[in-house]
């Protein structure tokens, strides 16, 4: 049994769990925030259009495979030219959208667009077979799975631009002649849907555009139009006023902003109504409330870079907290120590220190990955530029303050959750409202757009 | 909670954004000191546009809150005229304000003259008529705050109309009608609305703000 196993039985379960969470943090914040930009990016779209699966033989694509001519006679329903594009459609997002020119309407105008399915009948209009749609330019109607269409829309011909979108939020396909929307059918066709063309009579000649180019229709101004909708309908939720309020200062004394929170009672005195009662509305301050001078100083000094200052009133205050050592708690603050002593240039001493207080945890997994990264910052003569600078950043000792917070929220003996200490009721509602989401996308097969914070954030602004 | 707690003990919070909800509502309601304050200790960004007529907002507010609602429409105006020209139902509310105010001091014969000359012209709209004839009824009462309208005498409603005020002004200077957090309680209601209704009897509730601060 190693040396090391023995040291971390020694602590307590509770100070194991709390420490350990801000650890966790710190380390993982940089990485989730590419996770997340790169999982937006990976999706494939349409580019060009498939020169394999197409209807041989009665269609030519051009070299650029963004034009298909008709080649063949129109005999009959089964000598269609259709060709579809190369990847189907993206679902991750809003709304995905394409456009055809009609370069040359031909002997009929028998032209299409839609989407279909990969297991499309290639000879046949898109529209006339099952799970698959098509708006087409001779009669203007819609057909959806069966021989018949649906009046729709106007024909269109030589000249004219037709696009064809799929609606994620509405789950609705929609069409647009000439930068307008024509019509909207309700979308219930199964898997992945790819954008389509079809030409029917002689000497017909479309050109598609998969967004290389500018569409003819405003799609940003659509989707703009989109989400205005949709946050037209969350607005008609009410929010009791008192709520607001209360998340706001349970944050602040959760983190012991005595400051602001003074400020803001003062402010808010005249404004909410006097029978506001924390309890009432469900918030318990009597958690939060407890030791906030003493948590207001500590934070300070932290962030002042006052390390040794701190630890001296911790020793005070709050002994139990640094009495062991090798806690998490105490490891966070002697590598802040370090980071504050590298900031100023004191190398030598950095270096003392870190062989002091710092070499025990370097066997430790948990900790090896911070000690290795502190020790790094050595190695650079511009640490800040540096792929370890975040330690540097004022974030890092956010997260060191947040830990002595949580630490000296739990010695309240009337703390009644311990992992209430961690966070306050507004990242636990951020956390919930995240989680919903990401579960309603489940829901929906992974279509439509991804939760992104910022843009409920920046959802009110208009213009 | 009946969500997975796996799925959002994982998810990772910005404090970037945390901040910017915290001042969201602090820009929102005035509290010109709480925001400094917060930014000095917490290192928070300093948003952009947020001092943009704080103070003249904040007059406006508390002269509506306690019922001077003939001040708060002229500094109202002074900012920009078409801001209640283009809210009637705001500036109905307003009105009915000060008419309150006269039948609080017990001016009967001055309230009635103020409802006939400026409230009156509302109710040729059906919309108007009803709240006018609340409103209306109070003067029947030698003791309103007796009356069943006593709410009009509220200062929850006034709060509620000062609110009103507050969000068209926001508007007006292209800033957000609803505090980042109210957005946030209302998205969460929404979401898990649709949850519960496409999970059906699986799923998790409907959101309810108690239960979830109670977790």
Partial sequence: MSESNGISRRRNAGDQDLGLYFLEACKGRETKEKEKEEEEEEEETPRELNTINSSGGFVVVSTDKLSVKYTSVNLHGHDVGVIQANKPAPTKRLIYYFEIHVKDAGVKGQIAIGFTCETFKMRRQPGWEANSCGYHGDDGLLYRGHGKGEAFGPTYTSGDVVGAGINYASQEFFFTKNGQVVGSVYNDMKGPLFPTIAVHSQNEEVHVNFGQKPFTFDLKEFEAQERMKQQLKIEEISVPPNVSYGIVRSYLLHYGYEDTLNSFDVASKSTVPPIYIAQESGIDEQEIMYALNHRKTLRQLIRNGDIDVAFGKLREWYPQIVEDNTSATCFLLHCQKFIELVRVGALEEAVKYGRIELSSFYDLPVFKDLVQDCVALLAYERPLESSVGYLLKESQREVVADTVNAMILSTNPNMKESKHCLQSYLERLLRQLTACCLERRSLNGEQGEAFQLQRVLNSGRRG | ?215
């Fill in chain 2, 1 to 215: 909670m009946d969500l997975d707690p796996r799925q959002y003990e994982n998810v990772a919070i910005n404090d970037n954004d945390i901040h910017s909800i915290v001042l969201s509502y602090l820009i929102h309601n005035c509290y010109k000191e709480s925001v400094e304050s917060f930014i000095t200790s917490t290192g928070a960004k300093q948003p952009a546009d947020y001092l943009e007529d704080m103070d003249k907002r904040k007059r406006i507010f508390h002269f509506a809150l306690e019922g001077n609602a003939l001040k708060a429409i002229e500094l109202t105006e002074q900012l920009a005229k078409d801001i209640l020209e283009n809210n009637k139902d705001l500036q109905f509310d307003l009105l009915s304000l000060h008419f309150v105010e006269l039948v609080c001091s017990r001016k009967c014969t001055e309230a009635l003259e103020f409802a006939q000359t400026k409230l009156g012209p509302f109710g040729k709209e059906p919309k108007y008529m009803e709240k006018l004839e609340d409103f209306m009824a109070l003067l029947a009462y030698k003791e309103p705050e007796k009356s069943p309208m006593f709410h009009l005498l509220s200062l929850e409603y006034r709060q509620q109309v000062a609110d009103s005020l507050n969000r068209a002004i926001l508007a007006h200077l292209n800033l957000p009608r609803y505090t980042a957090m109210e957005r946030l309680i209302q998205q969460a209601t929404v979401v898990r609305q649709c949850l519960s209704q496409e999970a059906g009897k699986d799923g998790p509730p409907p959101f309810s703000l108690k239960d979830f601060l109670k977790s």
